[in-house]
């Protein structure tokens, strides 16, 4: 005799209606196994939320919004690449710029008017940005914030956060 849980499922076959039974019940049992997990597949919640970004405080109505999302205190350093990267064309007053599909958890932003369009923060030669620059919970500091002080907290939900440039020269 078998000794396993389904002894129907696994046991020896002596004849060929008993056969034909645990045939019919092993594919019944397999059948819903499969939708059982299935039906788990699709109730699961998404965890990939998106993080809207509103820019506020765009002189001109040239160059180029850029920003870039960090997702741990390293990239915040420079030391790893960046989450993400986006732009956006500038207008006079406000631009917004969603990061879609992000999983749950910390991120600072850091955006810059790019007027001139050369990709780079323009900076003057004491190390002052020479363009507008804004960075997520707009800490009010005269050094480049840490990832402690200008991360969001990402979770299930989708995020809208706020940055006001600073305009310095």
């Not at 405080?57 to 040239?62: C, F, H, Y």
């Not at 631009?95 to 001139?116: E, I, M, Q, S, W």
């Not at 979770?155 to 440039?165: C, E, P, Q, S, V």
């Amino acid at each position: 005799m078998c000794n396993t849980p389904f002894p129907v499922l696994f046991s020896r076959v002596h004849s060929s209606t008993y056969s034909k039974l645990s045939l019919r019940r092993a594919r019944r049992f397999t059948a819903v196994a499969i939708g059982i997990a299935c039906v788990g597949a699709i109730c699961t919640p998404a965890t990939a939320t998106d993080l809207t970004v509103k820019v506020e405080g765009i002189r001109e109505a040239r160059g180029t919004i850029r920003l870039e999302l960090d997702g741990s205190a390293a990239a915040w350093d420079n030391k790893e690449k960046p989450t993400a990267l986006g732009s956006t064309p500038a207008v006079i007053g406000a631009v917004t710029y969603t990061f879609k599909g992000l999983p749950p958890g910390r991120y600072a932003v850091g955006v810059y008017h790019d007027a001139n369009d050369n990709g780079e923060l323009d900076m003057n030669l004491v190390g002052i940005p020479k363009e507008d620059f804004g960075i997520s919970n707009d800490p009010n500091l005269m050094r480049k914030p840490t990832f402690e002080e200008s991360h969001v907290d990402v979770g299930d939900a989708d995020r809208h956060i706020t940055i006001h440039l600073k305009h310095l020269i």
